[in-house]
C-alpha cells in the first residue's frame, strides 16, 4: 500500500504493478518480433467424421520469445488486440498462410488440405482496405479464394458495420466464412441471416458436455437443425475424446477439431500426415 496524499492510503498492490510492466515490455517485445523471426505458424487438421480424413487446417499463430520461451497466443493475442499491433501481426498470419497453402497445392496437388483457415480479429475487419488487400495477396500468390476460410467472432462482426461490410466483401470475393467460436460471444442468431457464413465453428465449452445429459448436449444437437435448414457447415471444436467424436457424429457432425485427432503441427508434420493418408 502507498501513503496518497492527505493521509489516506490507497491499495497499490506491487504485484499489480509488476503485472502492468510485464505485459508492457511484452507488448514492446512483441512489435520486434516479426523482424526477428520469433513468430510462426503451427496448422490444427480439421477432419471428417467419422473417419478423420484431413478436410482442412487452421493456422495458429506461436511467439517463441526470447527469454519466456513459447507465449501462448491466448496470452499475446489479446494484447496485440488492445494496442492495435494486431493488424501488422495479423497481415503477417494472412501472408504466411496463403504463401503456405500455395505452396501445398503446387506440391501436393489433389492432396494438398483443400482449405486453410485463417483467425481475423476485429481490429483488421476494421481496417478499411481489409477486403482488397486480401484479394491482392491471393491473386499475387495464384491462390483460389475458395481455398481460404476466414475465421471471425461474433463478436467482431458486430463490433462495427464496417467490419460486417468487410465480411460481405470478402464472402463476395468468394472466401469461406466461418463463425468461431459459436455460442460464447454476444450472439444473435440474426447474424446468421445477415452475414453470408458457411461454417459454425461450435465451441469447445459445448462439446465438452456432449456425452452427458446437459444443456450443452441440447444445444450441440439443435445447432444441426439450424446449420442444415441454411445450408451451412457445423465443424465441432475441442474435440477430446472418441466419445465425444462418436457422439457427434451420430448427431449429424461431419466436421471436428481437437486433440482427439491431431494437435497444431507444423507445416512438415502436415505434410507426413497427408503422406500417410494416402499411403505414400
Ligand atoms: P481458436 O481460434 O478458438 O483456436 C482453437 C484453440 O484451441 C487453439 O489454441 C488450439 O490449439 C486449441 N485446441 C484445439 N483443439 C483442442 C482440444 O482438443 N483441447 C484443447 N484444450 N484445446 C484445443 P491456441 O493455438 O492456443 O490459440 C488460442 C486462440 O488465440 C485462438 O483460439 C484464437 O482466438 C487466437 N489466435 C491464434 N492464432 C491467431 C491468429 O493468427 N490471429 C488471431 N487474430 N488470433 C489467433
Ligand atoms: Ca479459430
Ligand atoms: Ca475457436
Ligand atoms: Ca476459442
Redesign the pocket.
Known sequence: AKAAGGGRWTWFDPIMDQIADHDAQLAADLRQAINRDELFLLY?PIVELPHGRLAGVE???RWRHPEHGLV???EF?PLAERNGY?VEL?RW?LEQAVHQASRWERGLGADAPAKISV???ARQLGEPGFPSEVAALLSAAGLDPARLTI?VTETAVLSTGVALDAVRALAALGLTIAL??FGTGQSSLSLLVDCPVSWLKVD?SFVDGVTLDSPQAVIVDSLIGITEGLRMQAVA????TAEQAERLHRAGYRFA????FAR?MTDTDVELQIAAQFDR
Open positions: 490444427q493456422a495458429l499463430v501462448s497466443p491466448a493475442i494486431i495479423g498470419v483467425n481475423v480479429s475465421e468461431d467460436d469447445k471444436e475441442g474435440v477430446e477439431q481437437g486433440y482427439h497444431p
